[in-house]
């Protein structure tokens, strides 16, 4: 059978399954065995070491590590306190609390690695607040979907985890990578947002009270310390003092101080944070394995190297190359969740954008950018649902109110395909 008629057989599996409603990690893994079974029955035996050797990775101990940070950040009412912190600084700021929005979005995201975490965990203290100011639905809800999707590319990021040890890259370099696209992404949004609420005035009611500067200076207790935890997990490893899994533990202890210096630290917040981190956790490694299983049977029938071979052959410009990329993420990006997208994938786009001379690092942003599109965009936008059921309000409102971030972010993809030292030069400057 040939390599093309493999592949078709392959993703023509999963696809009926999950269609048919069957769990993304079973489908992944269900096809990855059959077509095992088909090439090489032999080799079923050795699906016990993929499982084992995905699970007993260290690397993959920092995702439920920086879960829990954020988690007992959320549970332990710091998330409150920095919102507030931050509205108080923007109060005069064109746009108000929807620049608020992206900012503690941003700041969340240092916490978490999580999109749907972020914008759930910003959402929630955000949207009676601008609710009973009169915030217009589309700028309300679209800074928070939008805002959320910064949680996977601000590190520590849980898709840059994932990714890096898939393909064998640098967590670390990821991570520093991640910090200037993130930061411009922010801006970019802020920027946006501002010249929105000139030009739509109504959408953005203006904010009469007056914040003293006293104030401000005394909201910044609340802010401080989460900004020295991220500067403390971020700083150790971009110095080489910390491994991300070491910093991601330096940072859990850090958040259950931080919790405990604001008495927040009690056994039901611990608990909550503690079930939370284990029921995320559990969906990942379980979609995890089931991707490592297709990838097994993926390399085995040799369709990753056969498609090396055949864009080789073929002569095709990289730049050609990245566009037909881009747009198959857009288009499947619509239908499957990041993370299981980001995994069914990498057996084959990776060796195809390393052949065309991409850097490893610098597709991981781009990689991630493109997935955080998926998730504002319908029908299986995970960030809109979330948004939607805290608004009460109906999908295609979280839709239209996200489509301008769609764009700037397809912008920013279009920025680091110009300028890649945009994500490479810090990396490059680690210890």
């Known amino acids: 059978m040939s390599w093309e008629a493999l592949a078709a057989l392959y993703f023509g599996v999963m696809l009926v399954l999950l269609f048919g409603g069957v769990w993304i990690a079973i489908s992944l893994g269900a096809a990855g065995i059959l077509g095992i079974w088909i090439v090489k029955p032999a080799l079923l035996g050795g699906l016990e070491s993929v499982v084992w050797n995905t699970v007993d990775n260290f690397v993959l101990t920092a995702v439920p590590l920086f879960l829990f940070m954020g988690t007992i950040i959320l549970h332990g009412g710091i998330s409150t306190r920095f919102y507030r912190s931050v509205a108080l600084w923007l109060n005069r700021v064109p746009g108000g609390l929807a620049q608020t929005n992206i900012l503690s979005c941003s700041i969340f995201s240092a916490l978490c690695g999580s999109s749907v975490a972020t914008a759930a965990a910003v959402g929630s203290i955000a949207i009676p607040e601008m609710q009973k100011r009169g915030y217009g639905v589309r700028p309300m809800t679209g800074t928070l979907a939008a805002g959320g999707t910064l949680g996977i590319l601000i590190p520590p990021s849980i898709p840059f985890i994932i990714y890096g040890s898939t393909v064998g890259e640098s967590v670390g370099k990821l991570f520093v990578a991640g910090i200037i696209p993130g930061i411009l992404m922010a801006g970019v949004f802020m920027v946006f947002l501002a010249c929105q609420a000139k030009l739509m005035p109504q959408e953005f009611p203006s904010l009469d009270e007056a914040v003293s500067w006293r104030a401000r200076l005394a909201g910044l207790r609340d802010l401080v310390p989460v900004v020295l935890l991220i500067a403390l997990v ?198």
Do not use: H
């Open 234 to 431: 971020m700083g150790g490893i971009y110095a080489g003092l910390m491994t991300p899994t070491e910093a991601a533990g330096v940072g859990a202890a850090g958040a259950v101080a931080v919790v405990a210096l604001y008495g927040g630290l009690t056994i039901e917040v611990l608990r909550r944070s503690l079930m939370d981190t284990l029921r995320t956790n559990a969906m990942i490694l379980f979609i995890v394995i089931g991707a490592q299983i297709m990838s097994f049977a993926l390399v085995t029938a040799g369709i990753p190297r056969a498609l090396v071979s055949a864009i080789e052959s073929a002569q095709l410009a990289p730049y050609l190359v990245l566009s037909v990329v881009v747009v198959m993420y857009l288009v499947l990006g619509c239908l499957v969740d990041a993370l299981s997208l980001m995994l069914l994938t990498l057996p084959v786009v990776f060796p195809v954008m390393k052949a065309a001379g991409f850097d490893p690092i610098w597709f991981g942003v781009v990689l991630v950018i493109l997935l955080e599109i998926g998730l504002v965009t319908p029908p299986v936008g995970m960030n809109l649902f979330v948004i939607q059921g805290m608004a009460q309000t109906t999908l295609g409102e979280v839709a239209w109110g996200s489509l301008p971030y769609v764009v700037l972010m397809l912008v920013g993809v279009l920025m680091l395909t110009i300028f890649p030292e945009i994500a490479l030069w810090l990396p490059r400057k680690m210890f």
